[in-house]
């Protein structure tokens, strides 16, 4: 048995869904402890392609228990469209569970992400729009509205009450837009917490109850470190922790009880939205990784920046999350090219910089350092074995690795379940 966290080691998108979706197979549970659905998890099984915004990427194998912890912020609207289109294909959810101590995206909180992100205007940052900021700072304000309080209407239409009254304040005096509906909002949110009832409970004792019993365990992370709002490219980060330490306050685990924690890299970079991004490609390269691999926001759809593997921001990130080992996804995607890059330093002002700078007007002005290594120009895509791999590939990942100083357990070479290498094994 063990506990396994997996985690986003980049700035998003680096394929966690996949990888959690091949190796819950084995496991008991798994479970959303961060985020909203500004996360998309994209994954492709005898059941369909899917983009998962909010629901656990275990919810395709039955036995599995799916839970959405209690450091989630849940927008029910979304969760419901999910859950029908889920069950529309023949998914079995009955299976999955929804923390009561989660909080709720509110119509006001996704209002305010777009007013503010127009207020900003060129400094905008660039958000999902999906009212991550605005929820987040609620719960830290204690001005949130949890999945338990639709369980309870009195309760709620209070809090409702002396919430909106100040939310309908700023977006009248502030923004000067029109104030929101008490009794719409209030109608809507009933009629959500009806249908989600049956899901709603208080989830940490399900968890606990599996590790007595030595069960498997996932902790399914949503968004990358470099987004952590401690440790990422502060402004430009999201509101919830993405870390391997956010992964118990998040869902109730202690950190003890965490065995195994797997960063998810992508063989390169991609970042959507606004913020530094030291190897970004705006080439004639980054552009044939974009199309080549349909880098387009699985949320938003916005075009993915992309660019080559950062191994400056790759080690900080291995550092604050402790991997234990890495995963490299979508190496496929560099199949067709002559050489491949790999940024070992930050040079700036002269100097070669080595870690990765808190400031991030500092790592805007970095320019990366590269070393260049051959492209292996083989398809990997039909690779199941390491050693199947071609030599320049194989010399790749164990630069990575150097680099990273950590192990690869696992490489994907392509979006299917099966299209999965493993180098070690993790469960
Ligand atoms: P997954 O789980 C990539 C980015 C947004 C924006 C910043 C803040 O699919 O890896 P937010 O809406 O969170 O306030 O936006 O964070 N962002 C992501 N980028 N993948 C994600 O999730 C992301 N979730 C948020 O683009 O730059
Ligand atoms: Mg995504």
New binding site residues.
């Given amino acids: 048995m063990s506990v396994i966290a997996v985690i ?1 080691a980049q ?4 394929g ?2 996949k990888i959690v979706d091949l190796l819950a197979e084995k496991a008991k549970a798994v479970v959303r402890f961060s ?2 659905d ?4 994209t994954v492709v099984n005898p059941y369909g392609e899917f983009r998962l915004h909010i629901v656990p990427s275990g919810i395709f194998h039955p036995g599995v228990v799916c839970i959405i912890g209690n450091g989630v912020a849940i927008n029910p609207v979304v969760l419901l469209e999910e859950i029908d289109d889920l069950q529309k294909h023949s998914v079995d959810t009955s299976h999955l569970f929804i923390s009561d101590r989660a909080h709720l995206i509110m119509p006001y909180h996704t209002l305010l ?1 777009g007013l503010e992100e127009e207020r900003r205007g060129k400094g905008a ?6 009212g ?2 605005p929820v987040f700072a609620d719960k830290i304000a204690r001005l949130g509205i949890r999945t338990c309080d639709l369980l309870n209407k009195e309760e709620f239409h209070s809090r409702l009450i002396s919430v909106l009254e100040l939310k309908n304040a700023i977006i009248t005096k502030i923004y000067n837009a029109p104030p929101l509906s008490l009794k719409e909002i209030y109608d809507q949110y009933c009629s959500y917490g009806e249908r989600l009832a049956p899901f709603i409970q208080d989830t940490g004792p399900i968890l606990q109850d599996l590790i007595s019993r030595k069960q498997t365990i996932m902790l399914e ?4 470190t470099m ?1 952590d709002p401690d440790f990422g490219t502060y402004p ?4 919830s922790s ?1 870390l391997a330490a956010g992964s118990c306050a998040g869902s109730g685990i202690t950190l003890r009880q965490i065995d195994q924690i797997i960063g998810v890299f992508k063989a390169y970079t991609t ?5 530094p991004m030291p190897t970004e490609l705006k080439d004639k390269i980054g552009e044939f990784i974009r199309e080549r691999a349909h880098e387009y ?4 759809g ?1 075009p ?1 920046r992309c660019g080559w593997f950062d191994a400056i921001a790759g080690r900080f990130s291995t550092q604050v999350n402790g991997f234990t080992s890495i995963v490299i996804t979508r190496l496929d995607i560099l199949d067709a090219l002559d050489s491949v890059k790999i940024c070992t330093g930050y040079k700036l002002n002269g100097a070669i910089l080595k870690d990765f700078p808190s400031d991030t007007a500092i790592l805007d002005k970095c320019q990366p350092v590269y070393e260049e290594l051959p492209g292996w120009r083989t398809e990997t895509c039909t690779i199941r074995h390491p050693k199947q791999l071609p030599f320049q590939a194989r010399r790749y990942i164990a630069r990575l690795e150097e680099l990273l100083s950590c192990p690869v357990s696992i490489i994907s070479v392509g979006a299917s379940r099966d299209q999965a290498i493993m180098v070690k094994q993790v469960i």
């Fill in positions: 986003g700035w998003g998108d680096e966690k869904g985020g909203g500004n996360a998309g998890h992400d940052l660039g958000t999902t729009r999906k991550i900021g992370g949503a968004q990358g987004l430009y980060v999201t509101s993405p970042r959507v939205g606004g913020g926001g699985a949320t938003t916005r993915r």
